[in-house]
């Protein structure tokens, strides 16, 4: 089940008031990313998209948190609404390998119950479609993978997996390009603007 686009746009806009930051340009990028990139795909439904693009992050809501954290709440959240559709995007966006990330044992009981519903999966179109534009959508518009996993790396360092990551990455890449017969990088607007803009590295503000 999922929300409308209205409702979806609404719930961003007060989770943006509740923990303000360049996450929400940058979720509401992800689902345009979505919506452009699902309209060239026979198959795929456009709306549904865009709405799950724009609310993959939603569980930041709660504040500044870790992947995990955030992951989670987004998903509890979504649950209880009864936007399933969603909250399975706030749970597998941010784990290209999806069970393969799991090499560990979780040390916090929400991370636990990630593993136990990444690993119960197979990642669809969606999951792959929001994976993907996740990595694309920046809050100052869009930019190409290679820029985007340089900038994920100066704000957290290098974590062991990352460059497993990216290959998934450019697989899913690579797949949905063969699916639109043209490549991601044309649907994108201004993209060959922003991708060369240098931005440094969103702190949160010091309280």
Same mark, same amino acid.
């Given at each position: ?12 806009? &007060? !989770? ?21 990139? !699902? ?6 439904? !456009? ?42 995007? +706030? ?29 119960? &999966? ?40 990352? &460059?497993?990551?990216?290959?998934? !990455? ?11 017969? +043209? ?25």
């Amino acid at each position: 089940m999922l929300p409308t686009k209205e409702e979806a746009l609404e719930e961003l806009r &007060i !989770a943006g008031e509740m923990n303000p930051g360049p996450w929400v340009k940058h979720s509401l990028n992800t689902g345009l990313a979505a919506l452009n990139i !699902a309209e060239k795909i026979e198959g795929m439904n !456009a709306e549904k998209a865009y709405i799950v693009g724009i609310l993959h992050d939603i569980g930041r809501r709660v504040g500044i948190v870790d992947i995990p954290t955030h992951v989670y709440a987004g998903y509890e959240y979504c649950m209880k609404k009864d936007w399933d559709e969603v909250a399975r995007i +706030c749970m597998t966006h941010s784990y290209l390998l999806m069970k393969d990330e799991f090499n560990y044992e979780p040390k916090t009981e929400h991370e636990q119950k990630i593993k136990e519903y990444v690993s119960s &999966i197979e990642a669809d179109d969606y999951d792959k479609l929001i994976q993907l534009c996740d990595a694309l959508a920046v809050d100052y518009g869009f930019v190409i993978l290679e820029k985007r996993f340089v900038d994920v790396t100066r704000r957290y360092g290098i974590m062991e997996g990352y &460059i497993k990551g990216w290959e998934v !990455a450019f697989a899913i890449k690579e797949e949905l390009e063969e699916r639109m017969g +043209c490549s991601i990088y044309d649907v994108l607007p201004d993209i060959g603007k922003t991708t060369l803009l240098t931005p440094k590295p969103w702190q949160p503000p010091v309280k």
